[in-house]
């Protein structure tokens, strides 16, 4: 079955610190992974894209690490901000029967940054 | 501006009644998603059409229904037979390619009341 987890499942830190995020996922086969920040009530936006043969890929202050041997990602994020409080989504993308991608999405995790 | 629309943005619905969620697009995208997002849970796929005029089910189309007339729009009915509508509610387009960037709209929070 096809799946994506992410951890921690929140996270607290104060404003100016670094922090990183986890992906592990099942999904194949593989296309891409994405990672994505949603603001509350809000639909998701992209940080990141990589392919298969992509390491590293960043962002501004978001770095993301890809090792499809272990299918693992990370999100680092340097010097946090408050506007950084958001939930982070780890999205693996998969192929359709019939073509085309299937997304699978983790669960993300929440992160609050305090003063 | 090129976009994905979600309308409306808030949604409230009595038992037994279908209600249509709408879903419009202007960055001229073959691929349009419905997901349904729940506290604590990741999105889960809906509906999805590759093209105009064709549609597939997701992991949980029980008690949805969708279309797909123009390429612009992919409307989602959430039936009385879903037995739990309360959620909120994405719509992404893509263009079709592989690695290429998907998109979401605003999502529209239903409630059952």
């Known amino acids: 079955k096809n799946q994506v987890e992410q951890s921690p499942q929140s996270l607290i830190i104060l404003e100016g610190k670094n922090c990183t995020l986890q992906?592990?996922?099942?999904?194949?086969?593989?296309?891409?992974l994405r990672w994505y920040k949603q603001d509350t009530g809000r639909g998701p936006v992209s940080l990141t894209i990589?392919?298969?043969?992509?390491n590293t890929k960043s962002n501004g202050r978001y770095t993301a690490t890809l090792d499809a041997d272990t299918k693992q990602s990370s999100l680092h994020i340097t010097a946090s901000q408050l506007s950084d409080s958001a939930s982070y989504i780890c999205?693996?993308?998969?192929?359709?029967?019939?073509?085309?991608?299937?997304?699978?999405f983790g669960t993300g995790t929440q992160l609050k940054v305090e003063l | 501006d090129g976009g994905i629309t979600q309308s409306p943005k808030y949604l409230f619905r009595k038992e037994g009644q279908n209600v249509t969620l709408s879903c419009e697009q202007n960055l001229n995208h073959d691929a349009m998603y419905w997901y349904r997002q729940d506290p604590g849970q990741g999105l889960r796929l809906i509906y999805y059409?590759?093209?105009?005029?064709?549609?597939q089910k997701g992991d949980i189309a029980e008690g949805y229904s969708v279309s797909r007339e123009k390429k612009e729009s992919f409307p989602l009915t959430v039936t009385s037979a879903q037995k739990n509508p309360t959620a909120f509610y994405l719509c992404a387009s893509h263009p079709g390619q592989v690695n290429t960037e998907a998109f979401f709209g605003q999502g529209t929070r239903l409630t059952v009341v």
């Open positions: 999205v693996v993308s998969g192929l359709l029967t019939g073509g085309g991608n299937k997304l699978t």
């Open positions: 992906c592990n996922y099942t999904v194949s086969p593989f296309s891409n």
């Open positions: 059409s590759q093209i105009v005029n064709d549609f």
């Open positions: 990589m392919t298969f043969s992509e």
